[in-house]
T-cell receptor
Framework: GAGVSQSPSNKVTEKGKDVELRCDPI?????LYWYRQSLGQGLEFLIY????????KSGLPSDRFSAERTGGSVSTLTIQRTQQEDSAVYLC??????????FGNGTRLTVT | DQQVKQNSPSLSVQEGRISILNCDYT??????FLWYKKYPAEGPTFLIS?????DKNEDGRFTVFLNKSAKHLSLHIVPSQPGDSAVYFC?????????????????FGKGTHLIIQP
């Protein structure tokens, strides 16, 4: 497809389990961003990848969160030992640098 | 500490009239501002942006005004149409590239739900 693709679209998990969220950016887009949106809140920036460069992880909420981007394309966001406060919509966006961000439809994560 | 504030959670406007959405910011380092529109179950889509060297940017029915001294920006939609009903997010960047915010990302407000009434 032509847009940013995220999977799964919905994920329900039990507290304490690990989850992996996937983002497939628009082909050729070198910049990739992860955000999350908790209920009633704005989008919270998590992490940024530029090409194959190592990201600055300081925006991640805790050390249970990690992200990687393989071959400068697909990215995965992993949350270990999920907590109820991790419940949110996780959004991925990509851009070619100077273009505006193109967002995927997000993954709705529910931790029970 | 919210650096980008949208103080109206919702706004109702009659079709054909002007919609004005407001946004205030506190960080004087912000130099690029964007508006995104979001429909339910979809990701935000880019609407319009403005650099701090300008005070107005227009694109069709959408105009963004920036008042740097007041740290305030507004989005005007005229005339408002039913398809404009959505949540509108104001966002700001202090880093290049302004369109994405680079390593700091964009700082978003909580959004305003615009409802266009027939």
């Amino acid at each position: 497809g032509a847009g940013v693709s995220q999977s799964p679209s919905n994920k329900v998990t039990e507290k304490g389990k690990d989850v992996e969220l996937r983002c497939d950016p628009i082909s050729g887009h070198t910049a990739l961003y992860w955000y999350r949106q908790s209920l009633g809140q704005g989008l919270e920036f998590l992490i940024y990848f530029q090409g194959n460069s190592a990201p600055d992880k300081s925006g991640l909420p805790s050390d249970r969160f990690s992200a990687e981007r393989t071959g400068g394309s697909v990215s995965t966001l992993t949350i270990q030992r999920t907590q109820q406060e991790d419940s949110a919509v996780y959004l991925c966006a990509s851009s070619s640098g100077l273009s505006p961000l193109h967002f995927g439809n997000g993954t709705r994560l529910t931790v029970t | 500490d919210q650096q980008v504030k949208q103080n109206s959670p919702s706004l109702s406007v009659q079709e054909g009239r002007i919609s004005i959405l407001n946004c205030d910011y506190t960080n004087s380092m912000f130099d690029y501002f964007l508006w995104y529109k979001k429909y339910p179950a979809e990701g935000p889509t880019f609407l319009i942006s403005i650099s701090s060297i300008k005070d107005k940017n227009e694109d069709g029915r959408f105009t963004v005004f920036l008042n740097k001294s007041a740290k305030h920006l507004s989005l005007h939609i005229v005339p408002s149409q039913p398809g404009d009903s959505a949540v509108y997010f104001c966002a700001a960047s202090a880093r290049s590239p302004g369109t994405g915010g680079g390593a700091d990302g964009l700082t978003f407000g909580k959004g305003t739900h615009l409802i266009i009434q027939p």
